[in-house]
């Protein structure tokens, strides 16, 4: 079956879901993204990407072309349209079409492009037998925080991941402080106590990290937002990362050093279980 995409108003077949040559997204990065999970055919943590969305749009100063519940009605017709079962929703909004000019062009609609893409979440490999992560120089601009769709440096960080054979990179700035992954948040357990780096410009606020904290905190785990060195995540007894295309995905192995045991540890797993039931008992 053909997959279904969204393009400004239109719901087309993949191959023909096409742009101008003009689009500022294309141009310039001038734009926001956005991926929602989707478990049984319904939509995982949506309210928080909405929020989000809304929050990144607002610092680029760029308007939404849709409302919110036109939003999640597209969201909803394109899950149906696609049969997806398991997977996710991307969404990008860029400031629209115009002549190539730096400064913000006048009386453009933003463009909206929606698409989906089917991905087993639950029952993976990796979480049984966890990430293994190579740290990488953190070369970003300073607002991480904007789900922008500049994501060149994180491109170059997953590439050279996946080329020492690593499932994902950690991003490390000056000093040896972790920031975050090339599409994920970063975590340790030391113990017994999960260790972030606290929401700032400096890293994406996730908004599968926020539910996975607020679970753990539901439960009596200690959580500490504080920023960690890589040398403090070799001698970790557990990390782990989260995102919405992952969930909890535990890792074992950083920099060719063994995390732990070399094997998930109890509290991943137990986040983990956590959330995807959490994930799949509020998804709309």
Not at 104 to 133: H, I, N, W
Not at 201 to 214: E, K
Not at 262 to 282: C, F, K, M, N, S
Request: charged letters at 25%; hydrophobic letters at 45%; one cysteine or more.
């Amino acid at each position: 079956m053909t997959r279904i995409a969204y393009v400004n108003g239109d719901y087309v077949p993949i191959e023909d879901a096409k742009i101008s040559v003009l689009d500022r997204g294309f141009l310039f990065a001038d734009g926001v993204y956005e991926v929602t999970a989707v478990l049984g055919g319904k939509l995982a943590d949506y309210a928080g990407h909405v929020k989000r969305l809304h929050r990144s749009l607002g610092e680029l100063q760029m308007d939404m072309p849709v409302s919110d519940d036109e939003l999640l009605a597209i969201h909803r017709e394109l899950v149906k349209r696609n049969n997806l079962d398991q997977g996710g929703v991307y969404l990008q909004v860029t400031r629209g079409a115009a002549d190539r000019d730096f400064v913000f062009p006048k009386g453009v609609k933003p463009s909206l492009v929606m698409f989906t893409q089917a991905r087993e979440l639950c029952d993976v490999p990796a979480a049984r037998t966890g990430y293994k992560v190579k740290s990488v120089p953190d070369i970003r601009w300073t607002r991480r925080d904007i789900k922008s769709v500049a994501l060149l440096a994180q491109v170059l960080a997953k590439q050279a991941a996946a080329a020492d054979g690593c499932n994902e990179a950690w991003m490390v700035e000056a000093g040896g402080v972790v920031t975050e992954g090339g599409s994920s948040n970063a975590y340790i357990v030391k113990d017994g106590k999960i260790i972030t780096r606290p929401v700032s410009n400096s890293i994406l606020s996730g908004i599968t990290r926020a539910s996975v904290l607020q679970l753990a905190k539901e439960r009596g785990m200690e959580i500490e937002e504080r920023a960690f060195t890589i040398e403090e995540a070799y001698a970790a007894d557990e990390a782990f990362v989260t995102a919405a295309s992952t969930f909890v995905m535990p890792v074992v192995e950083i920099d060719g050093k063994q995390v732990g045991g070399g094997q998930p540890g109890p509290a991943v797993r137990r986040l983990r279980e956590i959330y995807i039931d959490h994930a799949r008992a509020t998804a709309i």
